[in-house]
């Protein structure tokens, strides 16, 4: 049976101070809890670090590279004549080029070096220079299954975010391979009267349209009379009597199409006099007529020359590269003596 509750019972007291003491370090271990809890919610967290610590470990990834690269050329070629006489069309042209670089790299704190290799058979025929920015890393006879293939390492600094010069190079060469087709003549089509013609055709090679295209044709003061001259074929022809030239602004010439212009003149008399010592010979006369013509045009494009560029990881330098583009321009001056 039950005893009855006696409230000075002391049994009852120490029942109730045990019960006191539980009570009171549930409550401290709940506050612990909680504060434990709240200092984990508040507390920011660390930046995020990278530990090598072991084989599992995560590691950082390699700097990503886009490098965009152009080429351009400045041009100067003279038509010449065949020295094998096989009556083809040959010119000596002189290439000056230059190429660039532009470079996004994920470190936003340092740059990160890459490759470029220059490739194709005219590369054993330039002359390299290269700028501050870039270094010779090796030169093999065959690379990539490529003979002559030049490889240089470039470095371009993170405070250049635009297109910066690399390497600049230089070629002397003769070739039939040029953009343009041009035929020069100069004819007798009356008895005092000359015809100066030219025809130039845009090579079905050629990458795109040819643009600010310009003929200029000179007339000799010896030869052909000034004063007698017209221009009886193309577009937007401008004599120039103190020059002594005719200049032809052509625009554009689309891929694969052709243009002829012309002029007439009265030829001067020592033309007449060597017309009537080779009566029966008209060429004795034409040959001693002589109209240097000179074109000019660009190419947005493409390029002359046979380089080729890309890039690639620089050995010992971990980084994944990526081509942004190429981009190849030209300007060209070329000469015809007819």
Sequence with gaps: MASPFDPFDASFDDDFSSARTIASKMSKTSKASKSSNKRRTTTKSPALEVVQEGPSSPRALPPRLVVKLALYEDISSTAIVDPNGEGGSLSQILIEGKIMAQVESSNALKSTPFSLALSGPMVSLATIKCNKHSALEDEDASVGGT??????????????????????????????????????KTALVKTKTCRISVQIRSNLSNIGDLTNFTIVVAIPPTTLLANTLTITRGDHGVWDSNKRIISWKIGALNHGESCLVSAEAEVSESI???????????????????????????SEVDQVSDLEMRVGELGGVPATIMEGGQVRSYRMLHRVAN
């Design 147 to 184: 003979i002559g293939t030049v490889r240089w390492k470039v470095n371009v600094p993170k405070s250049i975010t635009t297109l910066t010069d690399i390497l600049s190079y230089s070629i002397n060469v003769r070739t039939q391979n040029m953009p343009i087709l041009v035929q020069a």
């Design 272 to 298: 007449v006099q060597v017309m009537h010592e080779n009566p029966f010979n008209p060429n004795r006369a034409e040959d001693r007529i002589k109209c240097p013509v000179i074109v000019r045009f660009e």
